[in-house]
């Protein structure tokens, strides 16, 4: 299910419903670059789970208006014009990679609607105290972030570089584009399903331009218009030693510095396996604090993930 929701400035947001349509609202944001687009194994599991899932085209990508200039908190404004247009009063999210800042916007903005975020494999605040935000980052990411930082008119200009080498490149070139920021746990998973949807969500992401991608790579390295240490609800953290898109000590600093999280930390998976992994545990984790809000630091998990 599509819709086409007016945001308050009136700028229009792209958005796209799976799972189960008469379940518990999840919203999910998405990496950089991406679109509204659920795949298949998310879309399953959130049905599976009794889940309404939730995604949109963040503004410039996709069907979504572009918003110059904008931060990682304005986010919330367009979640509260989606929630009203689809009638919902409380929800939980996830975010994964440079999606997992925007969620955590919402625990920290929307304590009122929100029950519970999972950031997972999230960036962490550029320039956060006691984290070398760059070590052990791909080349690639490590190259996209110091312009944004050093010439952000530059920015744009390499987005619409690298939108041309990938909407030229089909599913099976996803391996090359990407590879200094592909460990072989990730590596091993980018074939088939996964690297056809993954292909659909930069086509469609991207079709009108780079500048969803450049807006959102300047809004990651710059202050992000809140502060993690104001979340008040429940947060699970999940990252994978592996990771080299948002390398693991994004995951360990979030983890330290969100007052109450919840951290699932993996040796053994990379960035992309923890969405075909791990869905379905975060998926029942944020129900259950869906159903039944706790209070913070109580424990809310049964399973042991050390164990998996």
């Not at 999840?26 to 298949?40: Q, Y």
């Not at 925007?102 to 494999?121: F, G, N, Q």
């Not at 996209?144 to 099976?172: C, F, H, Q, W």
């Amino acid at each position: 299910m599509e819709h086409k929701v007016t945001a308050a400035d009136g700028r229009v947001l792209a958005v796209k419903e799976g799972g189960d349509p008469d379940g518990a609202a999840v919203l999910a944001f998405w990496g950089t670059p991406n679109s509204r687009h659920i795949p298949a194994s998310a879309g399953a599991s959130a049905g599976a789970h009794g889940i309404r899932l939730i995604s949109y085209d963040r503004p410039g990508y996709g069907g979504s208006d572009p918003q110059p200039g904008r931060t990682v908190a304005s986010c919330v404004n367009d979640v509260r014009a989606i929630c009203a247009a689809l009638g919902i009063s409380r929800f939980a999210a996830w975010g994964g990679s440079g999606g997992g800042p925007h969620a955590l916007a919402c625990a920290a903005l929307l304590p009122d609607m929100v029950a519970a975020v999972a950031p997972i494999a999230s960036l962490a605040p550029f320039g956060a105290a006691g984290l070398d935000w760059f070590a052990g980052m791909g080349q690639h990411n490590v190259d996209s972030n110091t312009l944004a930082v050093t010439d952000p008119a530059g920015i744009l200009e390499r987005a619409e570089k690298e939108r041309e080498m990938l909407l030229a490149a089909g599913p099976e070139d996803l391996l090359a584009a990407m590879a200094t920021l592909l460990s072989p746990a990730d590596a091993a998973v980018l074939t088939g399903e996964l690297a056809e949807q993954m292909k659909l969500a930069f086509d469609d992401g991207l079709a009108p331009g780079a500048e969803g991608w450049a807006e959102d790579t300047a809004a990651s390295v710059a202050p992000w218009g809140f502060s993690v240490a104001a979340v008040t609800v429940p947060v699970l953290v999940l990252h994978g030693r592996e990771d080299r898109f948002s390398p693991f000590g994004h995951g360990e600093w979030l983890a330290a510095h969100v007052p109450g999280a919840e951290a699932w930390l993996f040796d053994h998976d990379g960035h992309l396996t923890l969405f075909e992994n791990r869905m379905d545990d975060v998926h029942a984790w944020l129900l259950s604090h869906l159903q039944r809000d706790r209070p913070r630091g109580a424990v809310s998990w049964p399973m042991d993930p050390t164990g998996f």
